[in-house]
């Protein structure tokens, strides 16, 4: 069964700093892989969707990476602001599912 | 923008009661799906739906589950006799193409809250 871990579970950076989120995953034959942002008692919002065909996406501050053969895909986010504090979440899919990670809540101080 | 919307936002039910959770999913979109978030736990998939029919369902969404698209537009999900751990945030999402290559876009969740 597909495992996917996002590492780490916390994390605060000041305003204006350049992070790196983490995903993995335990099979590598996934056909997508998507970042979703959530906030608190929200849904969850689309950010990226990287086909495994496909090695990285970009959307304004996002860049995401997928290497599907290590089974790993990371988030970048470029200038930090405090609006992008929520919780971030990749989910993988495989042949029959979803699998999403527990995420990574994410702090942005002004 | 379009998007998937959910209702009711919030519902405190008594155990054994049956609940509908109703979505309209994007207009254009044709695969739709039922996922839930425990508190604290991972997003988990509960079904999806595809001309008219169940096109897959995980262990999760057993016989008290039941999901009707009865219109153009709403897609439901009902719970015949709720459970307290059925206790979660549900969300519907939609896609313009099958989940394997298509992007999922989710509604902002049903909480259920079965005393």
């Known amino acids: 069964k597909q495992e996917v871990t996002q590492i780490p579970a916390a994390l605060s950076v000041p305003e204006g700093e350049n992070l790196v989120l983490n995903c993995s995953f335990t099979?590598?034959?996934?056909?997508?892989l998507q970042w979703f942002r959530q906030d608190p008692g929200k849904g969850l919002t689309s950010l990226l969707l990287i086909q495994s065909s496909q090695r990285e996406q970009t959307s304004g501050r996002l860049n995401a990476s997928l290497d599907k053969s290590s089974g790993r895909s990371t988030l970048y986010i470029a200038a930090s602001q405090p609006g992008d504090s929520a919780t971030y979440l990749c989910a993988v899919t495989g042949a029959n599912n979803l699998f999403f990670g527990t995420g990574t809540r994410l702090t942005v101080i002004p | 923008e379009p998007e998937v919307t959910q209702t009711p936002s919030h519902q405190v039910t008594q155990m054994g009661q049956e609940v509908i959770l109703r979505c309209v999913p994007i207009?254009?979109?044709?695969?739709f799906y039922w996922y839930r978030q425990i508190l604290g736990q991972k997003v988990e998939f509960l079904v999806s739906?595809?001309?008219?029919?169940?096109?897959?369902k995980s262990e999760i969404f057993d016989d008290q589950f039941s999901v009707e698209r009865p219109d153009g537009s709403n897609f439901t999900l009902k719970i015949r006799s709720t459970k307290l751990e059925d206790s979660a945030m549900y969300f519907c999402?939609?896609?313009?193409?099958?989940?394997?290559?298509?992007?999922?876009?989710f509604g902002e969740g049903s909480r259920l809250t079965v005393l």
């Open positions: 099979d590598s034959a996934i056909y997508n």
């Open positions: 207009s254009n979109h044709l695969y």
């Open positions: 999402a939609s896609s313009e193409r099958t989940r394997i290559a298509g992007e999922l876009f």
């Open positions: 739906f595809y001309n008219n029919e169940i096109s897959e």
